[in-house]
C-alpha cells in the first residue's frame, strides 16, 4: 500500500482518481488510484507544455508530479471503457471539469491507454485536448 499522508493523495485531483479506479473496476487492484500504480510503471504524455515532461518513469516520480498538480477538480465523467483484443489493454475516455488556480473554467477530454500486468498500471499513454488547458490557464 502506498503511503496516503504523500502529497499526491490531493482532494483536488480525486475525480480523475475515481473516474480511472471505476473505468479500471475488476482489473487493477487497490483502493485508490496510487494503490493500482506499479512502483516502475511509465507515463507517456503526447502533449507539449512548456516545463511539462513528456515521459515519467515509475510510481514515486508520477507522485512527486501530482503533488503539485494545481487545477481544482470538481468532477470528472462521460466514462467510455474500452477493453482491447490484446489482453491487458484499456482504453479510457473521460472527462474533468474543475477550475483553474485563477478561477477560470477547466474542462477537459482524455483518451488514456493502459496496460495492466499482474493487476496494476505498468504503462500510460495519455492524451487530451491541450487547447483546452492553454484556454483555461490564459483566461480565453
Known sequence: MVNRNHPAFK?????????????????????????AVAEDAVFEFTYHFPGFPN??????????????????????????????TVPGIIILEYAVHGVTPAQRPYNNRF???ITIKDRQIVYWRDYMDSLAVTLALNGE
Do not use: Q
Open 11 to 35: 482532494k483536488n485531483a480525486e475525480p480523475f482518481y475515481s473516474i480511472i479506479m471505476k473505468g479500471l473496476t475488476g482489473e487493477v487492484d487497490g483502493e485508490h488510484f496510487w494503490d
Open 55 to 84: 515521459k515519467i518513469n515509475g510510481r514515486k516520480k508520477y507522485m512527486e508530479w501530482f503533488g503539485g498538480y494545481n487545477m481544482e477538480l470538481k468532477s470528472a465523467d462521460s466514462l467510455v471503457v474500452h477493453k482491447s
Open 111 to 113: 483518451c488514456s491507454i
